[in-house]
């Protein structure tokens, strides 16, 4: 598990990508800071492997909240230390389903390659490059997902409408969801957010992680 939960990592390293000579792709990363997802997204620290299979082999929902006990310790996560941590925004919408008509609309001519209006799960190829990079990007670091990249869902679609938008979204609490979803077994949702885990487990008293290879 370990090998898989290192895989599913792909954080940003925002100093580069935003000094890029390129003005369409800093313009895609520069409209992720509004909504924290920079801090999210490049955010580095050591990869604890022991500890994180802990956690994970450990690890339920109660009560609303991500529980777990490594070292014999009880970790408790809860959606406002989620959020707090990673300074996500945690005001909008909570249903990604919910983004304006009028902007999807925009977004299906916005995105294309050719100019051509896109349907709303479509090949990543169709895309222009900077919006391929970011369908990546919702895909690897931020849903999770394994596997082949080259659909664009309609999830993912929205929620990159959201980003080119300018839309206020509960990234928070949408986050926070796909973390409880790695943790419950009924789900397909795949496990990631290992540097993300790493740094809660860093901020829990008592808890010995000694040294890890630094990721980034």
Known sequence: MSSSLISNTNQVHFASVLGMD????VAMFEALVP???NGFLGCMSEIFET???EFYQNASVRDGKVVSTVQGKLVEI???IFSRTFQLLVEGLIDINEVPKDLIFDARTEFSFTGEQLQTSCKKRELKIEYRLLSDIVAKSITVKVG???AVTHERFLMMTAIFGGVSVNWGRLLFKIFKDMVTQETRQ??????HICILLKNIPNLELGVGP???
């Open 22 to 25: 390129n003005a369409e792709m």
């Open 35 to 37: 909504y924290g997802l």
């Open 51 to 53: 500890a994180l299979i």
């Open 78 to 80: 809860s959606e406002e």
């Open 148 to 150: 082949s990249f080259d």
């Open 190 to 195: 795949a496990r990631g957010y290992a540097v």
């Open 214 to 216: 630094y990721f980034e």
